[in-house]
């Protein structure tokens, strides 16, 4: 894991070089004030400020030692889109790409673009070395100090969705689910449950039915985290853990299993958002609860048309063994409801249909409380980690009607894929507990500033914001 700690320094008065933030209404005084030598270099990039470029002039003189100081062999040049207030992704387009050293800001304050500073310096690594990779680019901060604790644990957070993602599946299988669980119960002494084998089978047949096919090299499990005092209010933090998804019997093509290594993507951000509540210690009762499973085949799988059981007593009918992420959220969303908690969110990579809708940005929102949709939207916007809400529209629950059965796991017809599926998962959830569920891509198709092509935590930060406002 990237050392963080080292990409952001207390100013001290140290000798650094300068960036400059500007924008395009900001951006001819500066140039006005330059000496013709940079007036042309600036002319000849044609460089105006626009967002996410930057351009590296050299030091003609130096004039002293404060904020607005150009030291060093060089300065930097960036724009962004306004100067006075920086959005999260600002800086994005120079950590990680300026050359190792210190810098310090001139013209703004870092503030919330720490994150950004920060997050593009990580790469993922385990499986290739990196070529051309350089030392730290620092970052020295006077009154943002206050910022750098938040900063720090959200890129750790982020890049520990984007690491788990990136992660093939043969690395990446129930059981290291499970020790990534463990080290966060023994770092922060929480309390981990591990529930397999005939006991699951028994009480949380859904995951068992899904999982068995793998039973011999990836046994199924449902991973229990509790932490917190029993004063505070309680709070359900459920992940989607298929950590490879054939498809199973309705088995997927070559193409569409390809990316099936991100089939975890909710359970990682189920991790890493607990992991963020028990860094900050928010003052809530966590449960984490990861059904961790690889949907594969053997003799033993679960076929189209079996009848699953599922741990709150409802009878599932299996249209499709593809459908199976709804099928193991169903037991664990049902467990999780069962301690009473004040809210419950979940995370899972669930559908295409989500990604037909809204693209692979911005990751489909479902709730049951208007005030929590808002609040996680609000929290998205600040944290330009967006979200959209989507409808659970309770007329196409007749969709996932069965004839055999109390319900199908898939809807009859094409339409409103992700709809059903949640409306699939609202079965689980008790009426009265506030309830969101994001379905989520987990991904990067194509490469941003700060945002590599790979793994990706989409919609991590926005509920992360929202469980410290409404919890500090």
């Given at each position: 894991?990237?050392?963080?700690?080292?990409?952001?320094?207390?100013?001290?008065?140290?000798?650094?070089?300068?960036?400059?933030?500007?924008?395009?209404?900001?951006?001819?005084?500066?140039?006005?004030?330059?000496?013709?030598?940079?007036?042309?270099?600036?002319?000849?990039?044609?460089?105006?400020?626009?967002?996410?470029?930057?351009?590296?002039?050299?030091?003609?003189?130096?004039?002293?030692?404060d904020d607005s100081a150009e030291q060093g062999d060089f300065t930097v040049v960036a724009g962004v889109i306004d100067h006075e207030k920086l959005d999260p992704w600002a800086l994005a387009k120079l950590g990680g790409k300026l050359p190792e050293g210190?810098?310090?800001?001139?013209?703004?304050?870092?503030?919330?673009?720490?994150?950004?500073?920060?997050?593009?310096?990580?790469?993922?690594?385990?499986?290739?070395?990196?070529?051309?990779?350089?030392?730290?680019?620092?970052?020295?901060?006077?009154?943002?100090?206050?910022?750098?604790?938040?900063?720090?644990?959200?890129?750790?957070?982020?890049?520990?969705?984007?690491?788990?993602?990136?992660?093939?599946?043969?690395?990446?299988?129930?059981?290291?689910?499970?020790?990534?669980?463990?080290?966060?119960?023994?770092?922060?002494?929480?309390?981990?449950?591990?529930?397999?084998?005939?006991?699951?089978?028994?009480?949380?047949?859904?995951?068992?039915?899904?999982?068995?096919?793998?039973?011999?090299?990836?046994?199924?499990?449902?991973?229990?985290?509790?932490?917190?005092?029993?004063?505070?209010?309680?709070?359900?933090?459920?992940?989607?853990?298929?950590?490879?998804?054939?498809?199973?019997?309705?088995?997927?093509?070559?193409?569409?299993?390809?990316?099936?290594?991100?089939?975890?993507?909710?359970?990682?951000?189920?991790?890493?958002?607990?992991?963020?509540?028990?860094?900050?210690?928010?003052?809530?009762?966590?449960?984490?609860?990861?059904?961790?499973?690889?949907?594969?085949?053997?003799?033993?799988?679960?076929?189209?048309?079996?009848?699953?059981?599922?741990?709150?007593?409802?009878?599932?009918?299996?249209?499709?063994?593809?459908?199976?992420?709804?099928?193991?959220?169903?037991?664990?969303?049902t467990l999780a409801g069962e301690d009473e908690p004040e809210l419950i969110i979940d995370f899972a990579t669930l559908t295409g249909a989500a990604r037909v809708a809204l693209g692979p940005d911005l990751p489909a929102l479902f709730c049951s409380d208007?005030?929590?949709?808002?609040?996680?939207?609000?929290?998205?916007?600040?944290?330009?980690?967006?979200?959209?809400?989507?409808?659970?529209?309770?007329?196409?629950?007749?969709?996932?009607?069965?004839?055999?059965?109390?319900?199908?796991?898939?809807?009859?017809?094409?339409?409103?894929?992700?709809?059903?599926a949640a409306l699939f998962l609202q079965k689980f959830v008790p009426e009265n507990t506030a309830w969101a569920h994001f379905d989520t891509y987990a991904w990067r198709p194509a490469s941003k500033a700060g945002r590599p092509k790979g793994g990706e935590?989409?919609?991590?930060?926005?509920?992360?914001?929202?469980?410290?406002?409404?919890?500090?």
């Amino acid at each position: 894991m990237t050392d963080f700690n080292a990409l952001i320094e207390a100013d001290k008065g140290q000798p650094a070089r300068t960036i400059r933030i500007l924008d395009v209404n900001n951006f001819e005084d500066w140039l006005k004030d330059q000496p013709d030598t940079i007036r042309n270099i600036v002319t000849a990039y044609n460089f105006t400020a626009n967002p996410e470029s930057y351009l590296i002039l050299p030091v003609l003189s130096s004039k002293g030692n404060d904020d607005s100081a150009e030291q060093g062999d060089f300065t930097v040049v960036a724009g962004v889109i306004d100067h006075e207030k920086l959005d999260p992704w600002a800086l994005a387009k120079l950590g990680g790409k300026l050359p190792e050293g210190k810098y310090r800001l001139a013209g703004a304050h870092a503030k919330n673009a720490l994150f950004g500073w920060l997050i593009p310096q990580h790469e993922f690594d385990k499986y290739k070395e990196l070529p051309n990779r350089q030392g730290p680019s620092t970052l020295l901060v006077k009154d943002e100090i206050s910022q750098v604790d938040e900063a720090l644990r959200q890129a750790e957070a982020t890049a520990m969705v984007r690491d788990m993602v990136n992660m093939p599946a043969a690395d990446m299988g129930p059981d290291r689910l499970e020790s990534i669980v463990e080290k966060l119960a023994e770092t922060h002494r929480a309390d981990l449950k591990i529930t397999r084998g005939d006991t699951l089978e028994k009480h949380f047949p859904m995951i068992y039915g899904v999982g068995k096919a793998a039973m011999r090299d990836h046994a199924p499990r449902l991973i229990e985290l509790k932490w917190g005092k029993p004063d505070h209010p309680k709070i359900a933090l459920v992940g989607k853990g298929v950590t490879f998804d054939s498809g199973g019997l309705s088995m997927k093509s070559p193409a569409g299993m390809l990316l099936m290594k991100k089939d975890m993507g909710g359970a990682a951000h189920a991790i890493a958002l607990a992991r963020l509540v028990m860094e900050a210690k928010l003052p809530v009762q966590l449960h984490l609860l990861i059904p961790a499973v690889e949907n594969s085949i053997d003799g033993n799988a679960l076929r189209p048309g079996d009848i699953l059981h599922s741990r709150k007593g409802l009878t599932v009918e299996v249209g499709n063994t593809d459908a199976e992420g709804r099928l193991v959220l169903g037991d664990a969303l049902t467990l999780a409801g069962e301690d009473e908690p004040e809210l419950i969110i979940d995370f899972a990579t669930l559908t295409g249909a989500a990604r037909v809708a809204l693209g692979p940005d911005l990751p489909a929102l479902f709730c049951s409380d208007d005030a929590m949709a808002a609040g996680l939207i609000e929290g998205g916007d600040q944290e330009d980690d967006p979200l959209w809400r989507m409808p659970l529209w309770s007329r196409y629950e007749s969709r996932l009607n069965s004839n055999i059965a109390d319900i199908s796991n898939v809807a009859s017809g094409s339409f409103a894929g992700c709809i059903t599926a949640a409306l699939f998962l609202q079965k689980f959830v008790p009426e009265n507990t506030a309830w969101a569920h994001f379905d989520t891509y987990a991904w990067r198709p194509a490469s941003k500033a700060g945002r590599p092509k790979g793994g990706e935590a989409l919609g991590l930060r926005a509920s992360w914001n929202y469980l410290k406002a409404r919890y500090n």
